[in-house]
């Protein structure tokens, strides 16, 4: 699967200290193989996806038809739910 990063997304990563981003970008990496892991759950009355990396939470669209993963939110747990 291609993955694709929204803007506010890269620009959330980039301000995230570095051994998490590191984490959350190896993360992000294999959902190319494994769009659905284990440990990945669907948000309520959304077709949104969330994975954990730490204390921060992946939240992305999976597009089957057009065989992509679009990643839209990479926050902290306390703050990630409130932007959707």
């Known amino acids: ?23 959350i ?4 990496k294999t959902l ?5 892991p284990q440990k990945c759950k669907k948000l309520k009355g959304t077709n949104l996806f969330r994975i954990r ?15 992509l993963i679009r990643v839209l939110v990479i926050l902290h747990r306390c703050k990630a739910y409130k932007n959707l």
């Open 1 to 23: 699967m291609k993955i694709l990063i929204e803007e506010e997304a890269l620009k959330a990563l980039s301000k995230i200290p570095d051994p998490y981003a590191k984490n």
């Open 25 to 28: 970008t190896k993360k992000i």
């Open 32 to 36: 190319a193989g494994d769009p659905l």
């Open 53 to 67: 990396s730490g204390n921060y939470r992946i939240i992305y669209n999976l597009e089957k038809k057009q065989n």
